[in-house]
T-cell receptor
Framework: EDKVVQSPLSLVVHEGDTVTLNCSYE??????LLWYKQEKKAPTFLFML????IEKKSGRLSSILDKKELFSILNITATQTGDSAIYLC??????????????FGKGTKLSVIP | DGGITQSPKYLFRKEGQNVTLSCEQN?????MYWYRQDPGQGLRLIYY???????QKGDIAEGYSVSREKKESFPLTVTSAQKNPTAFYLC??????????????FGAGSRLTVL
């Protein structure tokens, strides 16, 4: 069973559109939820969300976590072709031994066409 | 520049051969991770190491082995026992558990193709 479920799995939009990417999860005892952007190779960090209801914002991107409903969203406004990438959602879990692991969803592939 | 270096970027191997992927970091991070990425599968954890000389299996460790003899290095060996080794392999690292920094930094990946 997938602990982290992202939707949609792929999305095609036109430049200037606004998109909302979804990440739902089952685990409740996690430390944080992270969003990454993967364009070609190395995923790059976007946001880390720890508290519910507090929006994180960076330029045209924003994200929020809802711990009651067990989901997070990543919004991108006024999309550009450079936003085309796979967006990964991950939960930071802590084991009983105290070690940290990131468990990823399958990602959303966003394609922005001119 | 601090970062994570993975090598080789592309690797081809014949069935039945073992291959070792290199991961080196100069970030002074304690924890290191290996993930495998397949199309439509996201990232799946193979092995991770919190400190030198210690490592744990992740979700898909079968057919893989690792070592952590130095803080900077966490090589991954893909053995002939791995049934479907063709994939994109990503190495990542993170500061120690007591640092309060919980963001993983990723390398550029190694793409392994088994012929």
């Amino acid at each position: 069973e997938d602990k982290v479920v992202q939707s949609p799995l792929s999305l095609v939009v036109h430049e200037g559109d606004t998109v909302t990417l979804n990440c739902s999860y089952e685990v409740t005892n996690f430390r944080s939820l992270l969003w990454y952007k993967q364009e070609k190779k190395a995923p790059t960090f976007l946001f880390m969300l720890t508290s519910s209801g507090i929006e994180k914002k960076s330029g045209r991107l924003s994200s929020i976590l809802d711990k009651k409903e067990l989901f997070s969203i990543l919004n991108i406004t006024a999309t550009q072709t450079g936003d085309s990438a796979i967006y990964l959602c991950a939960l930071l879990l802590v084991s009983r031994a105290g070690s940290y692991q990131l468990t990823f969803g399958k990602g959303t592939k966003l394609s922005v066409i001119p | 520049d601090g970062g994570i270096t993975q090598s080789p970027k592309y690797l081809f191997r014949k069935e039945g051969q073992n291959v070792t992927l290199s991961c080196e970091q100069n970030l002074n991070h304690d924890a290191m991770y290996w993930y495998r990425q397949d199309p439509g599968q996201g990232l799946r954890l193979i092995y991770y190491s919190q400190i030198v000389n210690d490592f744990q299996k992740g979700d898909i460790a079968e057919g893989y082995s690792v070592s952590r003899e130095k803080k900077e290095s966490f090589p991954l060996t893909v053995t002939s026992a791995q049934k479907n080794p063709t994939a994109f392999y990503l190495c990542a690292s993170k500061p120690g558990q007591n640092s309060g920094a919980n963001v993983l930094t990723f390398g550029a990946g190694s793409r392994l193709t088994v012929l």
